[in-house]
């Protein structure tokens, strides 16, 4: 039979979980209008799933109360020490989450560390806060005297039997219990066995992605956000009017609506322009990818977003480039309004699926994928056999010739039309290569570049088992890569020429709209590409990428790099730096000089230093105010 102590536990602990049962009736209730288009099954998933997050906030909040509960004292000084421990606590997390049923219609998100960085605000405001949402207080009194009521003290006869005292083989008992409540409040916080820790974004991975706000509680958005650092705002505009001038927002002109075709996405892994012969004078290691650049449209001044694969799906799925130091799936905002692709083209009639041969959890990318609306994500557990299958590299997930040919079989199971992304992971470091091919694809100058020879050998494979099938001839490809690696060409080894990828659109059943191949590109200009194409509307898209069958343009791409800012155009790179001072660099394909101009055309230091701040102070602010999409 369990302790007394640990039964105690188990039942304050139980108290805490009804309590924030209550908490989230009461926010789904004071937000409902937010949550309307949702059915009520999956509102009640909601509620169902977010225990996981109640028992992982209320363990973090809780630690120095589970701990003082295994104390084997049944003095009533300590008794009530321990409860007053878990009074303070958890009245600061009822708080939290009361305020947080209005504070949600302002920011459109569970609080964060934001509280800290407005303690000035705060501290002035209190008394009018106070006043104009005073009637907080009565849910507050209500569940407090709840908690203080109801909370288990054990009885006044309950002792601790005598023999625990002289006996050192009574203490075993207690150890194991010590060490079974540390493992499952390890587990708790964890919030499972899976490969992360669980984090604010595995809320979303259900449907409708905003039920994800119901699912979450204040109490664990906000201790998991503590020692986040986000990124300073930005006031280069006074105005919203004038922000948007800056911008540079380009609407393009209406074209006819294009068949619903599918959509095949190749995100490839370190697939640098540096590696492929195409770019570089015949001189590479992609003799597939070369061959089939000559077929489609190819992009020549095509740059990534960010150098971490973690950044590329935000702007492949999302159009949002990477303009600050942590990624934005394991940030503080990843509970903000976010439409992607697959929310878009779900609303046509689409069927849209991420697939990724690593472990689910990788990077979040299963994460991300549902935030962004797509339906279905298939990782290495959704593989035959999974970690013990033969085609396990031992390392990341699935080798990239198999699962390419998975993602093909897959894909003729999909209802049509279909929007899929496929994520590569071979050509990642360490680089390996399978036993069969390790003589065909003899190594390199670089690690990279047998990897790179099996990737591109993969991607022909894989193009040979599609074009049998049924849905080959109606679907678009875009092939592009997540960010560059390992570098040996001196013309790349410069800040432009780290973030120089491929581009490449292929269909082999119609001819493409006309588009320039020498605009410049960005990772986030898929989405407004793929609209574009489509003929769907485009109004929920992020004003960072242009749809490269855009003629009135000339395309544009931003990255961060090295503190500073940096904005590609066709004729200048700009630079903002850490210190808002504005350089201009001529451009030179993807050689950027390592001085910038002394004598810059004033017209155009201005015009692209205004872009260039404009779209960071848009990002950054409307980040930290949920305000993307207003």
């Given at each position: 039979m369990p302790s007394l102590f640990l039964r105690l536990l188990v039942r304050r602990f139980a108290l805490l979980l009804g309590i924030y049962m209550v908490l989230r009736l009461g926010f789904y209730w004071a937000n409902y209008a937010v949550f309307q288009e949702a059915t009520a099954g999956q509102v009640a998933w909601a509620f169902v799933y977010g225990l996981r997050f109640d028992i992982a906030g209320l363990l973090l909040l809780n630690l120095p109360f589970?701990?003082?509960?295994?104390?084997?004292?049944?003095?009533?000084?300590?008794?009530?020490?321990v409860r007053g421990v878990y009074l303070t606590l958890n009245a600061s997390g009822i708080a939290l989450n009361l305020i947080d049923t209005q504070y949600f219609k302002f920011i459109g998100r569970r609080t964060s560390n934001e509280l800290f960085t407005i303690t000035g605000d705060i501290q002035r405001q209190a008394g009018q806060l106070v006043g104009h949402y005073w009637f907080l207080l009565i849910p507050f009194a209500v569940l407090f005297g709840l908690l203080w009521y109801a909370y288990p003290m054990p009885r006044p006869e309950a002792s601790v039997p005598a023999p625990m005292r002289t006996d050192p083989r009574q203490w075993l008992r207690p150890g194991l219990t010590f060490v079974l409540i540390a493992g499952l409040t390890v587990l708790g916080i964890r919030g499972g066995f899976q490969l992360k820790p669980l984090r604010t974004g595995h809320a979303f991975v259900q449907a409708p992605p905003i039920l994800g706000h119901v699912t979450l509680n204040s109490t664990f958005t906000f201790l998991k956000s503590l020692g986040y650092q986000p990124p300073e705002r930005r006031s280069y505009f006074a105005s919203a009017?004038?922000?948007?001038?800056?911008?540079?927002?380009?609407?393009?002109?209406?074209?006819?609506?294009?068949?619903?075709?599918?959509v095949?996405?190749?995100?490839?892994?370190?697939?640098?322009?540096?590696?492929?012969?195409?770019?570089?004078?015949?001189?590479?290691?992609?003799?597939?990818?070369?061959?089939?650049?000559?077929?489609?449209?190819?992009?020549?001044?095509?740059?990534?977003?960010?150098?971490?694969s973690i950044e590329a799906l935000p702007a492949v799925l999302a159009g949002l480039p990477s303009l600050m130091e942590s990624p934005f799936i394991t940030s503080n905002f990843q509970t903000n309004e976010l439409h992607g692709l697959g929310e878009m083209l779900s609303r046509e009639g689409y069927a849209t699926s991420v697939f990724h041969g690593a472990q689910n959890g990788t990077m979040g990318f299963n994460t991300f994928a549902g935030i962004t609306g797509m339906q279905q994500y298939y990782g290495l557990q959704e593989y035959?056999?999974?970690?013990?299958?033969?085609?396990?590299?031992?390392?990341?997930?699935i080798f990239d010739e198999p699962y390419l040919q998975y993602f093909a079989q897959q894909l003729s199971q999909q209802k049509q039309p279909f929007f899929s992304t496929v994520f590569t992971l071979t050509s990642h470091e360490p680089f390996p290569v399978p036993a069969q091919y390790k003589s065909r694809f003899a190594p390199g100058r670089l690690p990279i570049h047998a990897s790179i020879r099996y990737t591109d050998f993969a991607l022909r494979r894989f193009f040979q088992t599609a074009a049998k099938q049924p849905w080959y001839r109606n679907t678009l490809f875009i092939l592009l890569a997540d960010?560059?690696?390992?570098?040996?060409?001196?013309?790349?080894?410069?800040?432009?020429?780290?973030?120089?990828?491929?581009?490449?659109?292929?269909?082999?059943?119609?001819?493409?709209?006309?588009?320039?191949?020498?605009?410049?590109?960005?990772?986030?200009?898929?989405?407004?590409?793929?609209?574009?194409?489509?003929?769907?509307?485009?109004?929920?898209?992020?004003?960072?990428?242009?749809?490269?069958?855009?003629?009135?343009?000339?395309?544009r791409a931003l990255f961060l790099s090295g503190g500073s800012y940096f904005l590609v155009h066709s004729d200048f790179v700009t630079e903002l730096t850490i210190d808002n001072h504005v350089k201009l660099y001529p451009y030179r394909n993807h050689r950027l000089p390592p001085t910038?101009?002394?004598?810059?055309?004033?017209?155009?230091?201005?015009?692209?230093?205004?872009?260039?701040?404009?779209?960071?102070?848009?990002?950054?602010?409307?980040?930290?105010?949920?305000?993307?999409?207003?």
């Open positions: 589970v701990l003082m509960s295994l104390v084997p004292n049944v003095d009533v000084s300590w008794q009530r020490l009017e004038a922000l948007h001038a800056a911008l540079a927002v380009h609407q393009p002109a209406a074209r006819p609506a294009a068949p619903h075709d599918n095949v996405v190749l995100l490839v892994e370190s697939f640098a322009s540096e590696y492929n012969g195409v770019e570089n004078g015949g001189r590479g290691y992609t003799p597939f990818f070369d061959s089939l650049a000559t077929q489609g449209l190819l992009f020549r001044h095509h740059y990534a977003n960010g150098r971490r035959p056999k999974g970690i013990k299958s033969p085609d396990y590299d031992g390392h990341w997930g960010h560059t690696s390992q570098t040996l060409r001196p013309d790349y080894q410069n800040t432009l020429g780290s973030y120089k990828t491929p581009l490449l659109l292929f269909h082999p059943g119609r001819a493409l709209p006309a588009a320039n191949p020498q605009r410049i590109t960005q990772q986030a200009d898929v989405p407004a590409t793929i609209l574009d194409y489509l003929g769907l509307p485009t109004k929920q898209l992020l004003p960072f990428g242009y749809s490269v069958f855009d003629t009135a343009t000339t395309g910038p101009l002394t004598n810059p055309n004033p017209e155009k230091l201005r015009q692209y230093g205004n872009e260039l701040k404009a779209c960071v102070q848009f990002f950054l602010n409307g980040l930290a105010d949920n305000s993307l999409y207003k």
